[in-house]
């Protein structure tokens, strides 16, 4: 039995080498470096945009398996292109107290001041701090500690990339986690057999919602404007669907309304026409727990008003 961290790579920046533009070639064992950790493993080795629900279920249950062996905390390393999203994945699904924590670079081995090596750093020392227990998945990069329900990549390229809204859980000072709220977190959903795709639409100005009425899916998420609200013609698209529809806010932060506004279109009328309103979640986690849940064959308004709320 091992009760270090456990340490298992996908790919993304923090791998990528090459003499001009770089791709993901290194594993676990070339970025672990010195650190002290247990068990080490490169479960793939590709950008972060190209995961998939397959490849983040094998990470699930790799982790998984270390921690039922003893292993004080798991850390997933992979591009920060999808890391927002795959933290949550994580999270809904993450049935444990010891904390499983991703993270990730903005700037690749080869450039100056590279942050791979200190976001490894950090991320081990929350993985296995005992204040981290109970959290769920945490997301750590450039000093931070995010919970993954909140938090967001908000820039492309620079070291601060990722934020949450209302502000990060904690920080790391002088190489240990400090944390400004106690633990809690939602029950885990179970795992799934199955995670059908369900693509994210995003309603814009003058939108009609055809869209809706091509797609042959499981179920679909809307990325819509304010406080959840879509076009008169989105609407009646949302009234023909013949799948689940999950609603959001497309603006980054807050959260969708249910009984403020009751125009054609506005939140009330679209709970009216069976869409499922997404509460604090943004677009790219409500997809993902939009997957999940039709995966687990739950009723999706319970999955959604249970983690749809602040706590």
């Known amino acids: 039995m091992d009760s270090r961290v456990a340490v298992a790579s996908l790919g993304g920046t923090i791998t990528m080498t090459g003499s001009g ?3 993901p070639t290194l594993g676990a064992r070339d970025l672990v470096g010195g650190l002290d950790v247990g068990e080490i493993a490169t479960l793939a080795t590709i950008p972060g945009a190209s995961l998939t629900f397959t490849t983040l279920l094998e990470a699930f249950d790799w982790a998984d398996e270390q921690v039922s062996a003893g292993a004080s905390g798991v850390v997933i390393i992979q ?12 999270d809904c699904l993450w049935p444990h107290e010891e904390p499983v924590v991703v993270t990730g670079a ?5 450039l100056p001041g590279a942050d791979g090596p200190a976001n490894l750093a950090a991320a081990v020392a929350v993985a296995g701090t005992s204040n981290s227990r109970g959290r769920g998945a945490l997301l750590v990069l450039n000093d931070e500690i995010h919970a993954a329900r909140w938090v967001r990549k908000a820039h492309s390229s620079l070291m601060n990339a990722f934020e949450s809204f209302p502000g990060p859980l904690g920080l790391l000072i002088e190489g240990a986690p400090q944390y400004f709220h106690p633990a809690h977190r939602s029950p885990a959903l179970p795992r799934p057999l199955d995670a059908p795709a369900a693509p994210l639409i995003e309603a814009t100005v003058d939108d009609d919602g055809s869209i809706l009425d091509w797609l042959n899916v499981k179920g679909v998420v809307v990325a819509a404007t304010g406080v959840g609200h879509v076009s008169e013609g989105m ?8 799948f689940p529809v999950v609603v959001a806010t497309r603006t980054g932060a807050g959260t969708t309304f249910r009984n ?3 125009f054609t279109g506005s939140e009330s009328d679209l709970i009216k026409r069976g869409a499922v309103m997404a509460g604090w979640l943004c677009p ?3 997809r993902v727990l939009l997957r999940l849940a039709l995966g687990s064959e739950g009723p999706i308004e319970d999955v959604f008003a249970t983690r749809g709320g602040v706590f």
Do not use: C, N, Q
């Open 21 to 23: 533009a770089v791709s």
């Open 79 to 90: 591009g920060t292109d999808t890391l927002e999203e795959t933290a949550y994945f994580f």
């Open 106 to 110: 903005m700037r690749h081995p080869g």
């Open 235 to 242: 609407a009646e698209a949302i009234s023909r669907a013949r």
């Open 260 to 262: 403020t506004y009751g």
């Open 284 to 286: 790219r986690k409500a």
